[in-house]
């Protein structure tokens, strides 16, 4: 698992894990299968993907409008157009502390941008939830 803050973070996201992988044992008939393949038949995400969808979902309402008084200059775009994957990359902010770097903002621009177009154009946020699964799916 990626290390995404503090060691009192990563410890309390290991134990996590931990509950989650006696948790799926316990279904009837994966007991032999490994965790990502009892996550996988489950239709689950590790602690890690389900963080980033979480991330990924507030941004989304963010730069919809749902918050617009809190979320103004939270997100800046990406000065060019000509972009391969999706038409609304997110520009990084640069940032002197080390621990800026864990922040919301920092975490999301890096997987955002490589959302697929279909995802971050959705019309709603049910249809963006969606395709955000079918994207997080396929990363390993």
Not at 4 to 33: C, F, I, W, Y
Not at 51 to 78: I, M, V
Request: proline share 3%; with cysteine.
């Amino acid at each position: 698992m990626p290390s995404s803050g503090t060691p009192q973070h990563n410890k309390a996201m290991e134990l996590l894990e931990q509950v989650q992988r006696k948790a799926t044992k316990m279904s009837r008939g994966l007991e032999d299968l490994s965790y990502e393949e009892r996550l996988s038949e489950l239709q689950l995400f590790s602690l890690e993907k389900r963080r980033l969808r979480g991330d990924h979902t507030a941004a989304f309402q963010y730069l919809k409008g749902a918050y617009r008084k809190d979320g103004e200059n939270l997100y800046s775009k990406a000065c060019c157009d000509e972009t391969r994957s999706n038409g609304f990359k997110l520009q990084e902010g640069r940032f002197r502390l080390h621990i800026k770097k864990k922040f919301f903002t920092k975490r999301v621009v890096k997987h955002w941008n490589r959302l697929p177009r279909e995802a971050v154009e959705a019309p709603s946020l049910e249809t963006f939830k969606v395709r955000l699964d079918g994207a997080l799916s396929n990363l390993v």
